[in-house]
């Protein structure tokens, strides 16, 4: 079977915090790695994919892979509180495979 | 600008009718993904379609559900017998005309099953 973890949370930060997000996976065949963020009663929005080991930044997001340790994070720089939210970790096999999901991290972000 | 749109955005049911979802493209895509997600729980892959054929489906796709594409445009899950856990958000996703790994999920049904 599968899995990825993640904590479900709440992880409450302050506004202006940097908010870290954590995922594990046990596929070591996975490829492709995403982070979707969802607002409650809403579709999972696609905020960062990356393929290799490193990082990879994209405005105030950072995405960070290690297969090694079949681990995947995301860093919310600067967090604002409409980055209050659930954050999904996402895993696939690569191009055009299913993709298998975390059960959500809920970001609180306070004033 | 979203890949798809999805209809109706909410359906209520009743027990054991058919119910058929549409995820209608904005462009001509090949690949299309059906998932669903119970309420507060993760979102589950149903089945994935490419070239009009089912391509992979997971264990809950089981006899009741079926998948075509009976226009060329929009792309449809049917439940046969709805259940009450068949209540769910049901997504339609897509890598969209630029392909690649990732999928873009349109906005979602809401099926109610009483």
């Known amino acids: 079977q599968k899995e990825v973890e993640q904590n479900s949370g709440p992880l409450s930060v302050p506004e202006g915090a940097i908010a870290s997000l954590n995922c594990t996976y046990s596929?070591?065949?996975?490829?492709?790695f995403f982070w979707y963020r969802q607002y409650s009663g809403k579709s999972p929005e696609l905020i960062m994919f990356?393929?290799?080991?490193g990082d990879k930044e994209d405005g105030r997001f950072t995405a960070q892979l290690n297969k090694a340790s079949q681990y995947v994070s995301l860093l919310i720089r600067d967090s604002q509180p409409s980055d209050s939210a659930t954050y999904l970790c996402?895993?696939?096999?690569?191009?055009?495979?299913?993709?298998?999901f975390g059960t959500g991290t809920r970001l609180q972000v306070t004033l | 600008e979203p890949e798809v749109t999805q209809t109706p955005s909410h359906q209520v049911t009743q027990m054991g009718q058919e119910v058929i979802l549409r995820c209608v493209p904005i462009?001509?895509?090949?690949?299309f993904y059906w998932y669903r997600q119970i309420l507060g729980q993760k979102v589950e892959f149903l089945v994935s379609?490419?070239?009009?054929?089912?391509?992979?489906k997971s264990e809950i796709f089981d006899d009741q559900f079926s998948v075509e594409r009976p226009d060329g445009s929009n792309f449809t899950l049917k439940i046969r017998s709805t259940k009450l856990e068949d209540s769910a958000m049901y997504f339609c996703?897509?890598?969209?005309?630029?392909?690649?790994?990732?999928?873009?999920f349109g906005p979602g049904t809401r099926l109610t099953v009483l």
């Open positions: 996402a895993v696939g096999a690569g191009t055009a495979s299913k993709l298998t």
């Open positions: 996703a897509t890598p969209g005309t630029s392909g690649g790994a990732y999928q873009f």
């Open positions: 990356i393929y290799s080991n």
């Open positions: 596929d070591r065949g996975s490829q492709s």
């Open positions: 379609f490419y070239n009009n054929e089912i391509s992979e």
């Open positions: 462009s001509n895509h090949l690949y």
